[in-house]
């Protein structure tokens, strides 16, 4: 089997702080960036896996999954996701996105999601 080398598991980006890389345990809070994409974006192709987005001014690929077209998440307008370990990851994390020249041509919101 070849691997693709870089590309993690959707289970473990779940289970991972995509900001500072902190392993999210089962009992601890979980916290997440639900990001809605432009109108036009095709991301199907990552659907029901994760998707790497670049984020240039901290020179850093982070990995946001993506759920399947039926899911409920993409009903309601979540078209992708950050897993995140704290709120203080995800205003970093909001706050770097939305500094992101490339990311606003994918990016048309984003909502910090408590759990
Ligand atoms: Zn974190």
Redesign the pocket.
């Known amino acids: 089997m070849k691997l693709k080398r870089g590309k993690p598991k959707v289970k473990k980006v779940l289970t991972t702080?995509c900001?500072?890389d902190?392993r999210i345990g089962e009992n601890q809070e979980m916290f997440a960036l639900g990001c809605k994409k432009r109108p036009g974006v095709d991301i199907s192709k990552y659907e029901g896996g994760v998707m790497p987005v670049t984020i240039v001014t901290i020179e850093k690929t982070i990995w946001a999954v993506v759920p399947s077209s039926d899911s409920d998440a993409r009903k309601e307008g979540k078209d992708f996701m950050f897993t995140?370990?704290?709120e203080e990851?995800g205003w970093a994390l909001k706050e770097a996105l939305e500094e992101e020249k490339d990311i606003g041509d994918l990016l048309s919101s984003a909502e910090l999601i408590i759990n």
Do not use: A
Request: hydrophobic residues 25%.
């Open positions: 702080c900001w500072c902190k995140l370990c704290s990851c």
